[in-house]
């Protein structure tokens, strides 16, 4: 079977630095005969988070939110990969508003019983186009949640303007890692 990864990019922009970024990942795992998904979170209807029941959540028993949009559909793609990266772009150095509410609805149904990320390998990027302030804490912000999803941190980076070129060969060269190791 060959290691599948699968790369969920935040911005809007589908060919912006963002995009490139994780998309220098999937290149890596490429190389190394490994197969990639790439998905651009904005074109997916991802509703926020409605704190249902008493606030803990349907999810919590049923393993599944009770809204209706493409969230479960993106969340069972995450199962079914053997290998994660997820890259938003730096808004208010913080995530983008679409990871966030995606992610904030992922911790709702995975924070409890079910386990299913543990073990899974993820690289969290952050892609600070502007300035490269709050590169740094927005990805402090992402190893919060990621850490909670339960997955295992292969790395953490983040990306600036200034450093995008050295770092987009790193990021290529942790994709070939993430298929060998
Ligand atoms: C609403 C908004 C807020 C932003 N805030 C920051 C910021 O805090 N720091 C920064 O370096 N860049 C900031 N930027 C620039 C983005 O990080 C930059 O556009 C990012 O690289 C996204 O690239 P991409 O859309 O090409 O993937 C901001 C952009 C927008 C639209």
Known sequence: MYMKCLAIQSSPNLNGLTSSLAQAV???????G??????????????????????WGLCREKNRCVQDDDFEAIRKQITD????????????????????RFLDRLR????FAFKTFTGKKIIGITSAGGSGRGAVRALYNLEEYLRRLGFEIFDLISVTRFSKDHKLSMLEEAGRRLVRE
Do not use: M, Q
Not at 26 to 32: A, D, I, Q, R, S
Not at 108 to 111: A, G, I, L
């Open 34 to 55: 490994g197969v990639t998904e790439l998905i651009h979170l904005n074109k997916f209807n991802v509703k926020p988070c409605i704190a249902c029941e008493n606030g």
């Open 81 to 100: 990969a053997d290998v994660v990266v997820f890259a938003t772009p730096v808004y208010w150095h913080d995530l983008s508003e679409s990871a966030k």
């Open 108 to 111: 709702r149904c995975e924070s």
């Open 26 to 32: 999937l290149n890596g795992v490429k190389t190394e």
